[in-house]
């Protein structure tokens, strides 16, 4: 349990002094009870494997959703990309070329077998 610093959270300490009033008396029962209370809630939820394993599940989860869709995103630019840049003018003059090469070249050694 984290101890804070404000009057109404700070876990009470010892007993109320010998001449308290009634209603301070009572004060002082009522916030060791809220003491006690949360005492009890932090140590059960210490305790309660399952539901640290869910909240662990769930954030490992939402952790993989969040990579999924920003590799979702990067493929999708990467496509985008590789899309523009096939078919660019100077690109298709290349492949074009290439293509005619090629052809030249096969063209070449299939004369000199035959």
């Known amino acids: 349990m984290s101890t804070t610093t404000t009057r109404t959270n700070a876990p009470t300490t010892g007993e109320p002094s010998k001449d308290a009033t009634p209603e301070e008396i009572e004060k002082h029962i009522e916030q060791t009870r809220a003491d006690l209370g949360r005492t009890v809630e932090a140590l059960q939820h210490k305790l309660d494997v399952r539901s640290q394993a869910r909240e662990r599940l769930s954030a490992v989860r939402d952790r993989a959703g969040s990579l999924a869709g920003s590799a979702r995103d990067r493929a999708g630019s990467m496509a985008s990309s590789a899309k523009d ?27 000199r077998r035959h």
């Open 85 to 111: 840049v096939a078919t660019r003018p100077a690109t298709m003059i290349a492949a074009g070329a290439t293509v005619v090469v090629g052809a030249v070249v096969g063209a070449v050694a299939w004369k």
